[in-house]
């Protein structure tokens, strides 16, 4: 006979899948605002302890956050006017008229939280404020990366960077101080965006530990071709002479599709990564 092993219980506890734009609100999206919260307490109060999301980071043209443009930045659409107006950032009376039902209108959202948040921008004290200057700082491995994509696909109407030109595709170190010099107000802006939506999220999620509740992630396996982390690493993902990817991703066929699905993300270059000891 062995010797009996003694087995710890299996906790078992319930949760709910919810992303926080399908959160109740007046701005078209669900933010990370006072519905949050109360999703939070919504949670507590039913015994609940898990709260899954899905992914936060910017979602393409289409509202999927799983072909997003950083693998690392917030969702703007995200950040709480609410809080915005609650800061002195933004004045009640101008955000217009509340859309509090219906499906999200995704280009409607976005572009009325863009205007919403350079106003928020253009009252605000980016320099003067030590908590900015200190996320900078913490999150420089991308956010400046980041930060300046996005000014440049601006600038380009939307174009994918391998379109880009003028040295700015092969990322050119003169191309890119030229482009970080004549772009310094809206690299600060976007910069600052994050900021908004990194400090409102945290403090969600610790509302939410401190209430017991986990909070569950999920994080695409790939990473979309038309993204900061591809411009700025073009070296760790299999692309041809021309940027463009040299193989996709995808899925074989299976009970969702008969025909397989063709995602087209490039995939990793893995012996480059293990060259790099997996660091990205």
């Given at each position: 006979?062995?010797?009996?092993?003694?087995?710890?219980?299996?906790?078992?506890?319930?949760?709910?899948?919810?992303?926080?734009?399908?959160?109740?609100?007046?701005?078209?999206?669900?933010?990370?605002?006072?519905e949050a919260f109360r999703f939070v307490e919504f949670l507590r109060q039913s015994g609940q302890k898990t709260w899954q999301i899905l992914p936060l980071n910017p979602p393409d043209a289409g509202g999927s956050p799983y072909s997003s443009a950083s693998a690392f930045a917030g969702s703007p659409l995200l950040v709480s006017t609410e809080r915005l107006v609650r800061e002195g950032l933004l004045e009640r009376g101008s955000l217009g008229e509340s859309r509090e039902t219906g499906p999200v209108d995704y280009p409607a959202v976005a572009a009325e939280k863009t205007v919403r948040l350079r106003r928020a921008y253009a009252n605000a004290d980016p320099d003067g404020d030590r908590g900015f200057q200190e996320f900078r700082e913490e999150r420089g491995e991308w956010l400046g990366d980041y930060a300046l994509f996005t000014a440049l696909k601006e600038r380009y109407g939307g174009k994918p960077w391998n379109l880009w030109g003028g040295g700015l595709s092969g990322r050119e170190p003169g191309a890119l101080v030229q482009a970080?010099?004549?772009?310094?107000?809206?690299?600060?802006?976007?910069?600052?965006?994050?900021?908004?939506?990194?400090?409102?999220?945290?403090?969600?999620?610790?509302?939410a530990n401190a209430a017991g509740i986990e909070v569950f992630g999920d994080v695409p396996i790939f990473v979309s071709h038309d993204s900061a982390d591809v411009w700025r690493d073009q070296r760790l993902f299999r692309l041809d002479a021309s940027g463009r990817p040299a193989v996709v991703a995808g899925v074989p066929p299976d009970y969702f599709s008969e025909t397989g699905q063709l995602w087209g993300n490039p995939l990793y270059d893995w012996d480059r990564m293990a060259d790099e000891g997996y660091e990205w």
């Open positions: 006979m062995g010797r009996a092993v003694e087995v710890a219980p299996t906790r078992r506890s319930a949760g709910v899948l919810l992303h926080p734009t399908s959160l109740p609100g007046p701005h078209g999206i669900g933010e990370l605002g006072p970080r010099r004549e772009l310094a107000g809206e690299i600060g802006f976007h910069e600052f965006v994050q900021y908004l939506f990194f400090r409102q999220w945290s403090e969600v999620r610790r509302a």
